[in-house]
């Protein structure tokens, strides 16, 4: 989950998508079940029941006035949990010492919708939600929003007090080989099909030509390109990206279905249209490799959804502190 930042398309409502909602809470709870370690889906429901809800409010306004609000929001999420666990430490905003301004963190959004959310549930339930269980909830109602699945989030996360540039330091980024890929997402528990899942969200977004330069001009020792760029893609990419020209250009992370939430950057992957190198890697392993392929053609992608949704569940538990080991902070960007 880049590595980039990510750009996803509006919401718009219609009946068929209600019955898909209904039936994905129904199909997915029975997936990754109510409860995560010590989190527990409905965590809130006796104290502030009008949390999840509000955070939802909250993400629908922000994607309305902001159609690139989901994709910084899903990007947070996975930048969080991958440092110091899943304890809203992203979010503390303390200068040139903070975690926000590591090298893999460049691009990072979403921010002020947090802090939105935050102060309306303060107005609503003083001291009672952390911002680590907003950022969770704001990641997937962002993926709901985008046509993606909805799932269960699994709260009581409490907020950390650390935020040092220094433990960022191991992030993944997308010029790492597939064996560094593996190790950092296994360090974090997380499994071959994980990291497959999870990169994946790369299905909607955008990113920069900052993020490509080195697969597209310096991969190879001669200056070459990446050869697991498609030969009829290359040149494409180059054209948006040209060797001397604006790094802070933007293109889609998947070009063929970049407003949609569904299984078709893993056929990008195959077919060589990856966009960031990170993507394409996944298909240097036969582990990440066979992951890929199963989720390409009918079967495999409507299995896809369900099983995002669990990697995205499980990420949420990475590290997580639960009662006296954290705290709710007042406002998101600073400890208490």
Known sequence: MEFSPFQMPVYSSNSGLIILF????????HLVGFSEGQLRVGFYSPTCP???SIVRSVVREATLSNPRTPPLLLRLQFHDCMVE?????ILIDNGDEGERLAAGNQGLGGFDVIEKAKASLERVCRGVVSCS?????AARDSVFLSHGPFYQVPTGRRDGRVSDISRAANLPDVDDSIQLLKSKFRQKGLSNKDLVLLSAAHTIGTT??????TRLYNFTRGGGADPAISPRFLPELKAKCPFRGDVNVRLPLDPVTEDTFDARILENIRD????????ARLYDDGSTKEVVDSYIGSRGSSAFGQDFAEAMVKMGNIGVKTGSQGEIRRICSAVN
């Open 85 to 89: 666990g899943c304890d809203g430490s």
């Open 133 to 137: 269980d907003i950022v969770a909830l």
């Open 22 to 29: 209904l039936l994905s809470i129904c199909c997915i709870n």
């Open 50 to 52: 009008r949390a999840e």
């Open 272 to 279: 060589g249209l990856a966009v960031i190198g990170s993507d």
């Open 208 to 213: 920069a030509c900052f993020f490509i330069k």
